[in-house]
């Protein structure tokens, strides 16, 4: 939520207060929710989750831990079996944060060149990288490999890649492969990047171990600016044309999380002796990205990206038209009618993914209140990962060292982002606007057709049905969302899984993200799809048959 009456330090003032505490306090449990699935229930939940005091749930942050002790106390208080490590309901994945050494600092022939405004280190895995005169080449355009240098000329060289104004990073061919004698490689794009990425880099990220590749040619992000001191000219003649000599020093420094990163995990226990051995995995992320130290006016964001930034991080940042700035304008009067400026600096992560935390907590509610007989078959297990947002890090861990044999889990079903996808939004890549029926699904019938059938089927069942969206399924789309969500790490192991997503939108990613703009009514359809899907296949005879080999859990994720 925004602070519209307070000045963001005081935020920041809060997170140090909860660093110096052993145990950060949870929010308080729900005491007082209906045992059917409600969007009354699953507002409520939302707002403690999507709260500015769990300063945006980023993984080994005192907020997510606060969070995971939330999802862990409604596990407990609604009577479900801990299924984490030594009778906990806890597994703590190991992580460290990775921030960029804010003493960063490179000169391009007697140019200083500023951390933030012109350069960012990129590569979080590279070693640190020290360059004592480092001769300057240009590389050629970024999204022309035809036309890049060879990988003699770029040999002991920093190269330098320009991105045209307009051109998307996503699915560029830009391999730092080709240049693997290179000292660093500065791609000119800095300006295209959004404000969202650049804190996390500076602020620290999660990662899963401090491992450094010498051999990984470090990547900058630098500006225009930048780029005309490095090479001497705003606009180099050819590719191979030579620049000025760099020297400094850049790093993406680790230290400890401060708590610990845990994904959580409870089991309600099947009514069948013979089945309940085996387990329907239901599951979403719990993590989000933090916040950052430069408050945003929250309104005037909303409106920008609303225009201009329809997929929010996932819409590259650019410069408005004329029209574009006229429709900004309209839509910003219309708030300040509404609202004072209200700064905000927390990215609170109310749909991506609060939506998937509270439906998981509302299907195991009215779960765990059904009669006996009510219970499905088989037992369900119930998994709030962490590190999603760190690339899927808690669920690779999980699927990697599950705390339940792996091969009793006979299905999975993932949600993340599921309260949007109204009329308002903006999925499709920002070009289609949702609605009632818009519901993506990714992976149903990749490994088990019977399997995505069955959800199919309980869809079908709704008094509303959803018409499934599959786009985003087709091997090889671009945006490659079926390597991008949770589902994927137990997808390699052989267990039929999905994801499903109402959409991005344009406070995808940013400090608008909040439980305000959540449909709770639509949140409440998918959370008793999930349940109907659930128990279906939990009470089948027969677990879903896969109609493929497993796969290899560690070859590459293929769209």
């Given at each position: 939520m925004?602070?519209?009456?307070?000045?963001?330090t005081?935020?920041?003032l809060?997170?140090?207060?909860?660093?110096?505490?052993a145990?950060?306090?949870a929010?308080?449990?729900?005491?007082?929710?209906s045992p059917?699935i409600?969007?009354?229930d699953l507002?409520?939940?939302?707002?403690?989750?999507?709260d500015d005091?769990?300063m945006?749930r980023?993984t080994?942050?005192?907020?997510?831990?606060?969070a995971a002790e939330?999802i862990?106390?409604?596990f407990?208080?609604?009577?479900?079996e801990?299924?984490g490590?030594?009778?906990?309901?806890?597994?703590?994945?190991?992580?460290?944060r990775?921030?960029?050494?804010?003493?960063?600092r490179?000169d391009?022939g007697g140019?200083?060149?500023?951390?933030?405004?012109?350069?960012v280190?990129a590569?979080?895995?590279?070693?640190p990288r020290?360059?004592d005169?480092?001769?300057?080449?240009?590389?050629g355009?970024?999204?022309d490999p035809?036309r890049?240098?060879?990988?003699?000329q770029a040999a002991g060289k920093?190269?330098?890649?320009?991105?045209?104004?307009?051109?998307?990073?996503?699915?560029l061919?830009?391999m730092?492969?080709?240049?693997?004698?290179?000292r660093?490689?500065?791609?000119?794009?800095?300006?295209?990047i959004?404000?969202e990425?650049i804190?996390r880099l500076?602020e620290g990220?999660?990662?899963?171990d401090?491992?450094?590749?010498?051999?990984?040619?470090p990547?900058?992000?630098?500006?225009?600016?930048a780029?005309g001191a490095?090479?001497g000219?705003?606009?180099?003649s050819?590719?191979g044309?030579s620049?000025?000599?760099?020297?400094?020093h850049?790093?993406?420094?680790?230290t400890?999380?401060?708590f610990?990163?845990?994904?959580v995990?409870?089991?309600?226990r099947?009514r069948?002796?013979?089945?309940?051995g085996?387990y329907?995995?239901?599951?979403?992320?719990n993590d989000?990205?933090?916040?950052?130290?430069?408050?945003?006016d929250?309104?005037s964001l909303?409106?920008f990206?609303t225009?201009?930034r329809?997929?929010?991080a996932?819409s590259?940042?650019?410069?408005p038209?004329?029209?574009?700035w006229?429709?900004?304008?309209?839509?910003l009067?219309s708030?300040r009618r509404?609202?004072?400026?209200?700064p905000?600096?927390i990215r609170?992560?109310?749909?991506?993914?609060g939506s998937?935390t509270?439906?998981?907590l509302?299907?195991a509610?009215?779960?765990?209140?059904?009669t006996?007989e009510?219970?499905?078959?088989?037992?369900?297990?119930?998994v709030?990962h962490?590190?999603?947002?760190a690339?899927?890090?808690?669920?690779?861990?999980?699927?990697d060292?599950?705390?339940?044999?792996?091969?009793?889990?006979v299905?999975?079903?993932?949600?993340d982002?599921v309260?949007?996808?109204?009329?308002h939004?903006?999925p499709r890549?920002?070009?289609?606007?949702?609605?009632?029926?818009?519901?993506?699904v990714?992976?149903a019938?990749?490994l088990?057709?019977a399997?995505?059938?069955?959800?199919?089927?309980a869809?079908a069942r709704?008094?509303i049905?959803?018409?499934f969206?599959?786009t985003?399924d087709?091997?090889g789309?671009?945006?490659?969302?079926?390597?991008r969500?949770?589902?994927?790490?137990y997808?390699r192991?052989?267990i039929p899984?999905?994801?499903m997503?109402?959409?991005?939108?344009?406070?995808?990613?940013?400090?608008?993200?909040?439980?305000?703009?959540i449909?709770?009514?639509?949140?409440?359809?998918?959370?008793?799809?999930?349940y109907?899907?659930?128990?279906?296949?939990?009470?089948?005879?027969?677990?879903?048959?896969l109609?493929?080999p497993?796969p290899?859990p560690n070859a590459?994720c293929?769209q």
């Amino acid at each position: 939520m925004s602070l519209p009456r307070r000045a963001a330090t005081i935020a920041l003032l809060a997170l140090h207060s909860l660093a110096a505490c052993a145990h950060p306090r949870a929010p308080a449990p729900v005491t007082a929710t209906s045992p059917d699935i409600t969007e009354a229930d699953l507002r409520r939940r939302l707002f403690l989750i999507a709260d500015d005091s769990l300063m945006g749930r980023e993984t080994g942050s005192a907020g997510a831990y606060q969070a995971a002790e939330y999802i862990a106390a409604e596990f407990r208080r609604l009577g479900l079996e801990p299924a984490g490590e030594n009778g906990t309901y806890f597994q703590t994945v190991p992580f460290w944060r990775a921030a960029i050494d804010a003493t960063s600092r490179l000169d391009a022939g007697g140019v200083a060149l500023t951390l933030g405004r012109d350069f960012v280190p990129a590569s979080i895995g590279a070693a640190p990288r020290v360059l004592d005169g480092a001769p300057v080449v240009y590389g050629g355009p970024a999204n022309d490999p035809a036309r890049w240098i060879s990988a003699e000329q770029a040999a002991g060289k920093v190269v330098v890649l320009d991105l045209p104004p307009g051109v998307s990073m996503r699915g560029l061919a830009f391999m730092t492969a080709n240049w693997r004698d290179a000292r660093a490689v500065a791609l000119v794009a800095l300006e295209q990047i959004g404000a969202e990425t650049i804190a996390r880099l500076r602020e620290g990220r999660p990662v899963a171990d401090t491992a450094r590749n010498p051999r990984v040619v470090p990547v900058l992000w630098i500006s225009r600016a930048a780029a005309g001191a490095m090479l001497g000219t705003s606009a180099p003649s050819a590719p191979g044309a030579s620049g000025r000599a760099l020297s400094g020093h850049f790093d993406i420094a680790r230290t400890p999380v401060a708590f610990p990163a845990r994904n959580v995990v409870a089991v309600l226990r099947g009514r069948d002796p013979s089945l309940r051995g085996e387990y329907v995995s239901l599951t979403a992320h719990n993590d989000h990205v933090g916040f950052d130290h430069s408050p945003v006016d929250h309104d005037s964001l909303r409106a920008f990206n609303t225009v201009v930034r329809p997929m929010g991080a996932d819409s590259p940042p650019r410069e408005p038209t004329a029209e574009e700035w006229r429709r900004i304008h309209t839509i910003l009067d219309s708030l300040r009618r509404a609202n004072r400026a209200r700064p905000d600096s927390i990215r609170n992560g109310a749909d991506d993914d609060g939506s998937g935390t509270v439906s998981i907590l509302e299907i195991a509610e009215r779960m765990a209140r059904g009669t006996p007989e009510q219970r499905p078959r088989r037992s369900i297990l119930f998994v709030s990962h962490t590190g999603e947002e760190a690339g899927l890090l808690g669920s690779r861990w999980f699927a990697d060292h599950p705390t339940v044999p792996r091969d009793s889990i006979v299905a999975e079903i993932d949600q993340d982002m599921v309260g949007r996808g109204t009329v308002h939004d903006f999925p499709r890549g920002g070009t289609g606007a949702g609605g009632d029926a818009y519901l993506e699904v990714v992976g149903a019938k990749r490994l088990s057709r019977a399997f995505g059938e069955m959800v199919e089927a309980a869809n079908a069942r709704q008094p509303i049905p959803f018409v499934f969206d599959y786009t985003y399924d087709q091997p090889g789309h671009p945006l490659q969302y079926y390597c991008r969500a949770d589902h994927y790490s137990y997808a390699r192991y052989g267990i039929p899984s999905l994801a499903m997503s109402r959409g991005e939108h344009q406070d995808y990613h940013q400090v608008t993200d909040e439980a305000q703009y959540i449909s709770y009514r639509d949140l409440a359809r998918v959370s008793r799809l999930v349940y109907d899907a659930a128990g279906s296949i939990a009470n089948a005879d027969a677990r879903p048959p896969l109609d493929a080999p497993k796969p290899d859990p560690n070859a590459p994720c293929r769209q």
